[in-house]
T-cell receptor, first 112, second 115 residues
Framework: GDSVTQMEGPVTLSEEAFLTINCTYTATGYPSLFWYVQYPGEGLQLLLKATKADDKGSNKGFEATYRKETTSFHLEKGSVQVSDSAVYFCALSIGGAQKLVFGQGTRLTINP | GAGVSQSPRYKVAKRGQDVALRCDPISGHVSLFWYQQALGQGPEFLTYFQNEAQLDKSGLPSDRFFAERPEGSVSTLKIQRTQQEDSAVYLC?????????????FGDGTRLSIL
């Protein structure tokens, strides 16, 4: 079945460090890929998305590129801030199935 | 507000009781989804509506779980004869129209605790 595997957390970095959170997927079709973020005490928010191979999604300094050859959608940010501390979820959705399939989430903590 | 609204935010029930969780999607959104999120895990799909039609209920864990959206707007997730393993955060999401490329907008969830 379709699945998403994320880098296990928790991840702790210092402010201004470079961030990578790995995400790989298994899909029976051609998925759309998403990163969602959950800040403390808040609901899930869409961070970025990509709907076809080689597309790059970007938002708030975060980027992820849809790599079909490696079935990956790694999240990157060049210089993290304390306010980026949250749980990050990679997810996929396929065709008419509509539903999102999520990874287990990666908790990120940024220290000043 | 303009977002997805869920109520109650927190619900505590005794094992064996029935509970009902409500979701108000974003106005005009055709698609509505329910997910279950266990502690420390990613959300898992329960069921999906397009307008009032329940098109996918493959994720409902047992026949104790029932969802409806009778007028194609507000949805209710009902759990009968609750059990401790039902304790989780229940998330509702809506999207403007069908198709896997449409982003889903999530509510803050209902945290259900079964004693």
């Amino acid at each position: 079945g379709d699945s998403v595997t994320q880098m296990e957390g928790p991840v702790t970095l210092s402010e201004e460090a470079f961030l990578t959170i790995n995400c790989t997927y298994t899909a029976t079709g051609y998925p759309s890929l998403f990163w969602y973020v959950q800040y403390p005490g808040e609901g899930l928010q869409l961070l970025l998305k990509a709907t076809k191979a080689d597309d790059k999604g970007s938002n708030k300094g975060f980027e992820a590129t849809y790599r079909k050859e490696t079935t990956s959608f790694h999240l990157e940010k060049g210089s993290v801030q304390v306010s980026d501390s949250a749980v990050y979820f990679c997810a996929l959705s396929i065709g008419g199935a509509q539903k999102l399939v999520f990874g287990q989430g990666t908790r990120l903590t940024i220290n000043p | 507000g303009a977002g997805v609204s869920q109520s109650p935010r927190y619900k505590v029930a005794k094992r064996g009781q029935d509970v009902a969780l409500r979701c108000d999607p974003i106005s005009g959104h055709v698609s509505l989804f329910w997910y279950q999120q266990a502690l420390g895990q990613g959300p898992e799909f329960l069921t999906y509506f397009q307008n009032e039609a329940q098109l996918d209920k493959s994720g409902l864990p047992s026949d104790r779980f029932f969802a409806e959206r009778p007028e194609g707007s507000v949805s209710t997730l009902k759990i009968q004869r609750t059990q401790q393993e039902d304790s989780a955060v229940y998330l509702c999401a809506s999207s403007l129209e069908g198709g896997s490329r449409q982003p889903q907008h999530f509510g803050d969830g209902t945290r259900l605790s079964i004693l």
